[in-house]
């Protein structure tokens, strides 16, 4: 816990040598605010919150933002290079759903999305080395139903896919955005 009234609290997250760092701010009323990080987010870092998208940059150890609700979960802007393709996430399901991508000869976990949360990965290069077919899965945490979306011809330099998860799991699509 950082902060007891409104409650923020932070998580951090080390796995397969990557660093995954976000702050909670719970009770912080609709519209502008402006939330502490404490140090977990040096000044300059640019940092979205996940649930609404608004985005903003960590000046004098805090963010200004607004948003539609009072629950924000920070975390940093995923960087793009001109060559990573980001894998926007909206999961409609009534559980939560772990995201994977296969391609070229490979299957790799990106992360779990919760229930009506969006969330973002960026797929690893080397999924568009050799020709560039992508499918992405999602599968219900605890070994549930899995669904796919149909195969994607991505390319380095495609900016971006949306991979939803429809309500009743028939429909589940990815596209990619022009």
Do not use: C
Request: charged share 15%; aromatic share 8%.
């Amino acid at each position: 816990m950082l902060q007891a009234q409104p409650y923020i609290f932070s998580r951090t997250l080390e796995t397969n040598g990557r660093v995954d760092r976000v702050v909670v701010a719970m009770d912080q009323g609709e519209g502008g605010k402006t939330i502490p990080v404490f140090g977990v987010f040096p000044n300059g870092t640019e940092l979205t919150d996940a649930y609404s998208g608004a985005t903003g940059t960590v000046r004098n150890g805090a963010i200004a933002l607004t948003t539609a609700s009072g629950l924000v979960l920070l975390g940093e802007t995923p960087v793009e290079t001109p060559d990573s393709v980001v894998v926007y996430v909206t999961n409609n399901w009534s559980l939560p759903m772990e995201i994977f991508a296969t391609g070229s000869g490979t299957m790799y976990r990106m992360g779990t999305v919760n229930p009506g949360m969006p969330s973002h990965f960026v797929l690893r290069r080397e999924m568009l080395a050799t020709n560039g077919q992508v499918q992405f899965w999602g599968q219900a945490s605890g070994m549930g139903p899995r669904v796919g979306s149909e195969v994607l011809w991505l390319r380095a330099g495609d900016a971006a896919v949306d991979f939803e998860i429809t309500t009743n799991l028939v429909g589940t699509r990815a596209t990619v955005r022009p």
